[in-house]
């Protein structure tokens, strides 16, 4: 998979440098304006985003994930995924006591 840019391999959850940039031009840009419809426009459109578009995102790039790393032996991803989630939770009761 190709490297990006601006991505610290170290932490890939954390805001790069550009993406920091971006959001402090865009709060400059929102100090600068004093129309208040606009303001609510920008407001519903960034709602939308983070409430409706980035949740249906995450969860289509996870599916297709699951069922990328499962094609290969044929079976369904869910059951798979199952068997993950119980491996986990036994080795995490293991660790607890």
Do not use: C
Request: net charge negative; aromatic share 6%.
């Amino acid at each position: 998979m190709p490297k990006h840019p601006e991505a610290n391999e170290a932490n890939s959850l954390e805001p790069t440098i550009g993406e920091q940039f971006r959001y402090e031009e865009f709060k400059r840009g929102l100090e600068k304006m004093d129309d208040v419809k606009e303001l609510r426009e920008i407001a519903t459109l960034l709602a939308k985003q983070a409430l409706l578009l980035q949740p249906a995102s995450i969860r289509y790039l996870a599916k297709e994930a699951a069922q990328n790393l499962t094609s290969a032996s044929g079976r369904d991803w869910s059951s798979v995924a199952s068997e993950m989630r119980e491996h986990l939770l036994d080795q995490s009761e293991e660790s607890a006591e």
